[in-house]
């Protein structure tokens, strides 16, 4: 593995933990009793790829996944896991899922994660994303076995200004939108949970973490309203990519950044609850671009003769235009950086489909791109 990989950068401050995807990272996962919520989205099916390849224990709990098709299907994620069908607004089934896995971990990736749905559910999508986080809490105060818990947010939880340098988490939280305004109650309520009650008399001492994430792509991403999903679905029918939004700028990562980043967090505050709290994970600031540059560099790696086009309408639902992080945080606290730029990111996305359109082992890929991201 490259020595970059294995030391913080010069500059830095020394950072507590220099941090590796080793042979020890993926062993203390073993056995390990997880439960995922959310397990069959896109970034869900990957987590579940990435703990079963580890030999966890993982409980999934989840709706049915909502797109079709939908990679946690594709990859028989219901024999990889022990899969309860379920709501986060019903916290009936929330208890009774906690209850039933006796998780050692609870990863909290169920949401409504589409702006725009956003403003057509806007009651939906706080219900699932404000009190399916209260309902999960209060399983794991009263069940009392979890011992690192983590909040998977988005980097939208941020009043956003519009500046040209990234947020940070001690920044004002206020997403403008009611998904992005869902997600910073959502965060808002976890810091009140660990304030009120975890590490106090009478309750569990978990770990309380939250995590907020830029925008993802990879291989099996076939949600709506998600450029990159847009672009492969115009490449497998031979048609021009419809563009609605061009300009916009993000922090666009390889899904396998995050959900990394994520099991970092949950095993690092599993060993020291020291180490939890509000991270920030995402990629340096020369893979913040903007979508049309985005959807140019994945056309140039297609081929094909692959085009899009600009459909801005004249109006449309308000998303940010400029949006970065400052992910100092995490990699003062672990060393961690990000592995893969938004170029390697796209190579994988058309690695991954290509596998997918020519009835490839698609798992295989998975497991291929996985090992690859962590040198193993």
């Not at 990736?109 to 956003?118: F, L, T, W």
């Not at 940070?168 to 959502?186: H, M």
């Not at 994988?348 to 791109?369: C, H, L, N, P």
């Amino acid at each position: 593995m490259a020595d970059s990989w294995k030391h913080c950068e010069a500059g830095l401050e020394s950072a507590s933990r220099k941090y590796l995807y080793d042979g020890d990272f993926f062993a203390f996962f073993k056995g390990k009793k997880i439960l995922v919520t959310g397990i069959s989205g896109f970034k869900g099916a990957w987590m579940l790829k990435v703990l079963h390849d580890a030999g966890a224990d993982v409980t999934g709990f989840s709706l049915k996944s909502p797109t079709d098709p939908a990679l946690f299907e594709i990859i028989n994620g219901r024999k990889l896991c022990h899969f309860i069908e379920g709501d986060v607004r019903n916290i009936t089934e929330v208890y009774q899922a906690v209850h039933e896995s006796k998780p050692e971990i609870v990863i909290h990736m169920a949401a409504q994660p589409i702006v725009r749905e956003s403003y057509l559910n806007p009651v939906y999508t706080y219900e699932t994303n404000v009190m399916g986080t209260v309902n999960l809490l209060e399983a794991i105060k009263s069940e009392g076995c979890v011992k690192s818990f983590l909040n998977v947010t988005t980097d939208k939880v941020y009043l956003n200004n519009e500046w040209e340098w990234g947020y940070k988490e001690t920044d004002p939280l206020d997403g403008f939108d009611p998904y992005s305004n869902s997600k910073s109650c959502s965060e808002i309520i976890t810091h009140s949970y660990k304030n009120s009650f975890f590490g106090k008399p009478g309750y569990p001492d978990t770990a309380i973490s939250t995590a907020r994430a830029g925008n993802v792509i990879g291989g099996g991403d076939f949600a709506k309203d998600r450029i990159i999903p847009d672009c492969v679905r115009a490449a497998m029918e031979g048609k021009t990519i419809d563009v609605r939004n061009p300009y916009s700028t993000r922090p666009y990562q390889h899904v396998l950044e995050p959900v990394m980043a994520y099991l970092m967090i949950v095993r690092e505050s599993y060993l020291d609850h020291e180490a939890a709290g509000w991270y920030n994970v995402g990629p340096d600031e020369s893979d913040c671009v903007s979508t049309g540059d985005l959807v140019d560099i994945f056309c140039g790696k297609w081929g094909e003769g692959l085009s899009w086009k600009n459909l801005a309408p004249a109006f449309a639902p308000h998303e940010a235009g400029l949006l970065k992080l400052d992910c100092s945080k995490i990699k003062r606290t672990f060393g961690w950086r990000p592995r893969w730029n938004a170029s390697s990111a796209l190579d994988k996305t058309v690695e991954w489909t290509k596998v997918y359109i020519s009835g490839g082992d698609v798992a295989e890929e998975m497991s291929r791109e996985i090992k690859e991201y962590c040198d193993l």
